[in-house]
């Protein structure tokens, strides 16, 4: 037998770890910017063309390099940031392998012009294909350029995975909008073909960062969180630390329909963490309606040995050395945020609450006795809906009433029917969106008063691409200048308005849906309408009168699929006279 194991050659090996670091043109631009702000750069400029597939170029006003650091920056593991096994447990700066330019000049064609403060003329180096073609002198002020250009130009495979320039693009301002969250005292501006689609100055405190990020509207619903936990001395030698937890939650009135807005950072690093983003839910518990999430920039410090960046070369992930700990001291942060919210009034301001009796009392009511004859729990019974299709194998019921304001229970010949209201209801939207829709557009209504809002740089993009698709929805939007629109109009459905807010998770959900903005294929345009059924339905923890119950079953039994709300969940649970008895012990 031959042997088989070979030695895979020097360049197919550096394409193959720079498929761990560089993903798409977003990974490019979060190295080249870790790398402006390790070199203490206050203004980053991101420019890109096509997405960036063709063109990255990150410049900076950092301290720039000498000629034979720009040479040998693009050396694998040539880095200035660690020299021994120690140093990589008490890393401060954000890059350390030394594998951003390598892993870039790997699989596109670079250029890297750089010039130190106290030098009189910069370095331009030229790279391609993982080799360096070219060093020499050139002209630039102070600061660093790199430019990327045709990514993946040699790994056609890997150029063939990127999505539609409008979603790298966005990618790309996620980064950036991350970064200028973590270093609110550094600059910031994007420009995609040509346009600015981000820009904020270096700010004087973290508010003022988020307030410009967000918007004033937002910033205004935002909790501020400070909160420190004190960690004893270990057997081991190590000194007592803290890990501290500060910034901001949203109220629960401000909720989104996704969680890509809320943001970690570990020492200045932004990082992902599913973990700590079910401790911040679980802090909310039922604040928060089912299927929703909070709004919330937690910068987290700690001493650099309680957390390894260097889980994975992208360092996005981060593994702390008591997670849950630190998961804890998240959960109870955003806990104290809350609490002392809850403790103060936040409305109109300087308006005193009128004090109430306690309990409150209720004028007794009439009794109409004949009704009382006909009537459980408030719902008129013996008139079930209307009798089923036999083949949707609903059986006939006639309702009694409604728990805890959740779900509707009615009886049935063979046993109790219990129908979660909110489910119901979206199935019952989500079908007739779906008709509107295909007849041309949902109807809309027009307010007496149009609503201004503030939206963030990404959700401008989308609303720019997906106007005509954002126009059949229902929505009527105008540009009000600078980073606000004016919605004049907004859907109803079921006889419900929704309100103007929900253009934001609209427009979120554009860009989540994995399709281009304003390109709604069918996965995208059936994304969009659940999310419209979900905002104009019946919420769980509502009170409905008799004639709201009956006409919600009524339409729910009228459903082409009236079993599942449009996420998969169950509208109906069925429980036969033998189940109850059996739960009673009545039979075995």
């Not at 063109?55 to 940031?81: I, P, Q």
């Not at 700010?203 to 969180?225: I, N, Q």
């Not at 050395?321 to 936040?346: C, I, K, W």
């Not at 083949?391 to 229970?409: F, R, S, W």
Request: hydrophobic fraction near 40%.
């Amino acid at each position: 037998m031959k042997a088989r194991i070979r030695v895979l050659p020097p360049g197919l090996v550096a394409k193959i770890a720079a498929g761990e670091v560089i993903e798409r043109p977003a990974s490019v631009v979060k190295e080249l910017v870790e790398n402006s702000l390790d070199a203490g750069a206050r203004h980053v400029t991101v420019e890109i063309e096509k997405g960036g597939r063709r063109l990255v170029r990150v410049s900076d006003d950092g301290c720039g390099m000498v000629r034979e650091d720009a040479v040998l920056a693009f050396d694998r593991h040539s880095t200035s940031k660690i020299s021994s096994l120690e140093d990589l447990f008490n890393i401060s700066t954000l890059g350390f392998r030394g594998e951003a330019l390598a892993s870039i000049a790997a699989v596109a064609r670079v250029r890297l012009l750089t010039r130190p403060l106290d030098a009189v003329e910069a370095t331009e180096v030229l790279a391609e294909g993982g080799a360096v073609r070219d060093a020499r002198a050139a002209g630039r002020s102070p600061g660093t350029t790199v430019e990327v250009r045709d990514l993946f130009f040699n790994v056609p495979a890997r150029r063939k995975f990127l999505r539609g320039d409008a979603l790298e693009t966005d990618r790309v301002i996620a980064v950036a909008t991350s970064y200028a969250l973590a270093r609110p005292g550094v600059g910031f501006r994007v420009v995609s073909d040509g346009r600015e689609a981000l820009a904020v100055h270096p700010s004087e405190s973290p508010g003022e960062r988020v307030a410009g990020m967000m918007g004033a509207a937002v910033f205004r619903e935002l909790l501020p969180v400070e909160h420190t936990v004190h960690e004893p001395a270990s057997y081991d030698g190590y000194p007592e630390e803290e890990c501290s937890v500060r910034g901001f939650v949203s109220r629960p009135a401000l909720n989104k329909g996704r969680p890509s807005q809320l943001h970690f950072f570990l020492n200045g690093r932004w990082f992902s963490d599913r973990h700590l983003a079910r401790a911040v839910l679980d802090a909310y518990g039922e604040l928060l309606p089912p299927g929703r999430h909070p709004v919330g920039v937690l910068h987290l410090e700690m001493s650099a040995r309680s957390a390894d960046v260097n889980v994975h070369p992208a360092k996005t992930e981060v593994r702390f050395a008591d997670e849950a700990r630190v998961a804890g001291a998240v959960r109870d942060a955003v806990r104290a945020a809350l609490s002392t919210a809850a403790s103060q009034p936040h409305g109109i301001p300087g308006r005193p609450l009128e004090p109430l009796p306690f309990p409150l009392k209720r004028p007794p009511p009439r009794v109409d006795t004949r009704a009382v004859q006909k009537t459980i729990y408030g719902v008129e019974a013996g008139r079930p809906p209307p009798p089923p299709a036999p083949e949707k194998g609903l059986p006939e019921v006639t309702l009694i009433g409604q728990a805890h304001n959740l779900y509707i229970v009615g009886q049935t010949r063979e046993g109790l029917v219990i129908i979660d209201q909110h489910a119901a209801a979206e199935r019952i939207n989500y079908e007739r969106l779906q008709d509107e829709y295909a007849g041309g557009r949902v109807g809309g209504q027009t307010l007496l008063s149009p609503k201004a809002l503030e939206l963030p740089a990404r959700e401008r993009r989308a609303l720019e691409a997906a106007a005509a698709l954002v126009a059949r929805l229902g929505y009527d939007v105008g540009d009000f200048g600078g980073r606000s629109c004016i919605v004049k109009a907004v859907p109803v459905v079921g006889g419900r308005a929704l309100s103007p807010e929900s253009l934001h998770d609209l427009l979120a959900e554009t860009l989540e849906t994995g399709g281009r903005p304003g390109e709604a294929g069918e996965r995208a345009q059936d994304g969009l309408l659940k999310l419209l059924a979900c905002h104009s339905s019946v919420r769980a923890g509502e009170r409905l009168e008799a004639e709201e119950i009956r006409s919600l079953v009524e339409a729910l039994y009228r459903a082409r699929d009236p079993f599942s709300c449009p996420h998969g969940r169950p509208t109906i649970i069925h429980m036969t006279m033998a189940e109850l008895e059996k739960k009673f012990g009545r039979i075995a």
